[in-house]
């Protein structure tokens, strides 16, 4: 049986028949799957789908195919394979260096590439047909993986998103306008006076409790991504970090049909997500929210959408004036300060710790501008400045998360993030003693605004959850009462 499969492929690699199509095609195949293979989440839409299969697939064909036919009726027709060689090789590596890291300049990279298989290929021309074996052959192993991912995420259970009540129908007595702000990262005020940080916030704290914001001492997230912790806020449910969220179902709950959301129009309120970059959408998911500052048809087709970016102020500011005979729910998305670097090399420890609270200087500036803007265009509203999760300052970059961490400073960095509310109503204060988390915050704005306390008797646990690579599995680091623990989520 191998012998006899090797023959064949003996016999195609020698046969005088040339495959230009064949060549071009087995650039395509290899590509997509490659990218989809490792980033299946930035685009599992069918207009990126589209997209990519015509430009990693049907232009290299195209060209090569013209390319082979064109020289075929010049005098240099003995350079045929030369062609399929050289574009094979060229096609290849320009759409590799998109996509990778190169040190070089991309330029300087793929010319020195053309320019090494052009020599080459006086040579081993006639070995082109071998690369399009390989890349057939090579395409095998990421389309299993390709298609598990899309097993996963089409099989995923969507119980977790069953609401214990119906507060996602809940009836509002009070119809403030509500903003929500997040910057990216902010971690709260006990981090920042920690070891971890070493930052005296003291002069922007004052300032939101100045400005009439109770700030929640102690606040933190469920979960350590931008992700995994907002599917959660939104859904006010915990998914436990299931394998497919964070990277293949988040964005569909975030920006689409949650109970936030539903919660929000039953009540007339008009919907906006105003973000500087396009993150949360890159993937083009059904859209919940009923204006959106990004439009789709604006986004790249690959990639993760971050050398887009908008002024998050400017695009409030004409919200604010469109939407004066409305009520409405604004979410506000900023990146600043993020968190330190995700991969290795990074500045180290102390150097990305620098980094971020440089960052957490621009965040308030940043808040105090755009807090002015809405207080004086709507001094009656429901503020709240909510991070994601914390700026995980102590570690050196992102990817040691994927570690089981026992350092229980290291885990409140992760975890701990800022959380303030201009409630702009004292009744409040009957409703918020155990908002400790994210997945509570709507939960507790829809029971004050309803009046309804009952929603309160189905608070999800406060438990900070994560998903580690070494050893594998899912662990609670933080329990309900706020204490460091370690145990293994069955």
Request: with cysteine; aromatic share 16%; proline share 4%.
């Amino acid at each position: 049986m191998i012998e006899k499969q090797r023959q064949k492929i003996l016999g195609f690699i020698n046969a005088p028949k040339d495959v230009p199509l064949l060549a071009g095609f087995s650039v395509g195949v290899y590509m997509v799957l490659f990218y989809y293979a490792q980033n299946y989440s930035l685009a599992n839409s069918w207009q990126q789908l589209l997209y990519l299969a015509g430009y990693y697939a049907i232009l290299p064909a195209v060209v090569l195919f013209a390319a082979y036919k064109i020289v075929g009726f010049t005098p240099f027709k003995a350079y045929q394979k030369n062609i399929l060689f050289v574009g094979m090789i060229a096609f290849l590596s320009y759409y590799i260096i998109e996509i990778v890291h190169v040190p070089l300049s991309k330029k300087v990279a793929l010319a020195g590439i053309i320019g090494l298989s052009a020599i080459v290929s006086f040579w081993f021309k006639q070995y082109y047909k071998l690369f399009v074996i390989l890349l057939l052959f090579l395409s095998l192993f990421n389309l299993y993986a390709v298609t598990g991912i899309i097993v996963s995420t089409e099989t995923a259970s969507a119980e977790w998103q069953k609401l214990p009540d119906t507060i996602d129908k809940a009836v509002f007595k009070q119809k403030p306008n509500i903003y929500y702000i997040q910057p990216d990262g902010y971690t709260n005020a006990e981090n920042l006076k920690g070891d971890n940080y070493k930052f005296d916030n003291s002069d922007f704290d004052g300032y939101l409790k100045q400005s009439g914001f109770k700030v929640y001492d102690g606040f933190r997230s469920n979960y350590h991504t931008t992700l995994l912790s907002n599917s959660s806020m939104f859904a006010m449910q915990h998914h436990y970090a299931q394998e497919d969220m964070d990277p293949y179902n988040a964005r569909n709950v975030i920006i689409g049909n949650n109970p936030v959301l539903r919660g929000l129009k039953s009540n007339g309120y008009t919907t906006s997500f105003i973000t500087e970059r396009p993150y949360l959408i890159i993937n083009r998911p059904k859209m919940g929210y009923d204006f959106c500052n990004f439009d789709y048809n604006e986004l790249p087709y690959f990639q993760d959408g971050w050398s887009s970016q908008r002024d998050v102020t400017a695009d409030l500011r004409l919200q604010i004036n469109k939407n004066k005979k409305t009520g409405n729910f604004y979410f506000i998305e900023k990146m600043t300060p993020g968190h330190i670097n995700n991969n290795a090399p990074s500045l180290g420890i102390d150097g990305e710790r620098a980094a971020y609270l440089e960052r957490i200087k621009e965040a308030n500036i940043w808040l105090k501008e755009i807090l002015s803007l809405i207080t004086k265009a709507d001094p009656n509203a429901i503020v709240i400045v909510g991070a994601d999760h914390g700026g995980f300052a102590g570690f050196e970059y992102m990817g040691k998360t994927e570690n089981l961490i026992t350092d229980t400073k290291l885990n409140k960095s992760m975890y701990g993030a800022l959380l303030a509310i201009k409630w702009n109503n004292p009744a409040y204060n009957d409703y918020d003693a155990d908002l400790k988390t994210s997945v509570n915050l709507f939960r507790t704005v829809f029971a004050v605004l309803s009046e309804d306390k009952d929603y309160l008797k189905n608070y999800q646990q406060n438990n900070s959850y994560m998903r580690t690579l070494r050893p594998s599995g899912v662990y609670k680091y933080i329990n309900n009462a706020g204490q460091p623990v370690i145990e293994a989520v069955k």
